[in-house]
């Protein structure tokens, strides 16, 4: 554009006398411009060419990428692998020591370890995905209208989100078990995710204040595009990057949540496979047998790092500017 309004400045007989500085000094606002688009197209690389540049220059991340695909495949084939029956009792071979047929042992029932854990794979996963992504959902929802919409809104819905930050999650997922006293998966959900959102909802709500400021949400609206439109086609997308991390920090908090409670007895009902539940079973006998007590203990904790690493390296591939 600068070269093309520079030109038409000059008639054509005038341009074949111009000298080459002249030309020159007359082509530079193109040059500069032609750099600008150059810098613009590099820094919007794609989301994917960020995270494949950090995988191969982070190599912790791409371990725990490997780790996590190697749960969740044997969560998916979990009977296929599991060496027994994880409910099957074996009167006369309690609290047996690893051996060839019960690689990890066996529990105070002749139970065989190395099935419940991976069984409880499956149950370790799915609370740590499905509180995580309801308490996600419910953080976009408060986060995107609060931002968007600003003023009484943005007040009502913060303060709100206030309370709930000042109530002790624990406490209240502990309270919700209590009353309905035998808790199912479903209502294990509910109150894991009842006090997650609020953090969520807060940084979303800072993406939605920066990029609703933006000339493509200007132009948008300009043109008569729909609020809601705006808020779920146009600024929504942009924030997920940044939910990509929140998730990938967030599952490993459920988990160790789940893992708690079934620890103290408050989880889903025995005879259900979870790795909390078989470190509370093992515990009193951790030196008679030691691998098979620890063992739990040692899939929740590759587990939780493993994401930990996983957000991590995430979180510097799409924000270079967050690493220490």
């Known amino acids: 554009m600068t070269k093309n309004n520079n030109l038409n400045e000059i008639k054509q007989p005038e341009l074949h006398e111009l000298t080459q500085p002249e030309l020159l000094e007359l082509l530079e606002p193109l040059e500069h411009e032609e750099e600008d688009i150059a810098s613009e197209s590099a820094e919007t690389d794609s989301i994917g060419e960020k995270i494949l540049t950090m ?3 982070n ?6 990428v490997c780790v996590l695909a190697l749960l969740a495949l044997m969560a998916i084939f979990a009977p296929f692998v599991a060496p027994h029956d994880p409910y ?13 047929k019960f690689p990890l042992g066996t529990d105070v029932f002749g139970r065989c370890v190395l099935s419940r854990i991976i069984f409880g794979s499956r149950i370790s996963l799915i609370v740590g995905f ?3 992504l309801i308490s996600m959902t419910l953080g976009v929802i408060f986060g995107l209208t609060s931002g968007f919409f600003g003023g009484k809104v943005d007040f009502i819905i913060m303060r709100f989100t206030d309370m709930i930050m000042a109530l002790p999650g624990l406490l209240i997922t502990l309270l919700i078990i209590f009353i309905f006293e035998r808790p199912n998966m479903f209502l294990l959900f509910i109150a894991m995710s009842i006090t997650g959102w609020t953090g969520t909802a807060r940084i979303i709500r800072s993406q939605v204040l920066a990029f609703r400021e933006k000339e493509f949400v200007e132009a948008a609206r300009s043109v008569g595009v729909n609020r809601f439109m705006i808020m779920f086609r146009h600024i929504l997308p942009n924030c997920l990057p940044i939910l990509v991390v929140i998730f990938t920090l967030s599952v490993p908090a459920m988990i160790m949540t789940e893992s708690g409670l079934s620890f103290l007895g408050l989880g889903l009902p025995p005879p259900t496979a979870s790795w909390g539940s078989l470190i509370n079973g093992l515990r009193s006998h951790i030196f008679r047998i030691p691998i098979s007590a620890l063992a739990p203990g040692v899939f929740i904790l590759l ?10 390296g995430l979180r510097d591939a799409v924000d270079p500017s967050m690493k220490e």
Request: hydrophobic share 35%; net charge neutral.
């Open 59 to 64: 190599k912790i991340t791409l371990v725990a």
């Open 130 to 132: 499905a509180p995580t």
């Open 55 to 57: 995988f191969r220059r």
């Open 303 to 312: 587990t939780t790092m493993s994401f930990n690493f996983l957000g991590d």
């Open 88 to 100: 099957s009792m074996n009167p006369g071979e309690e609290l047996q020591q690893p051996s060839v």
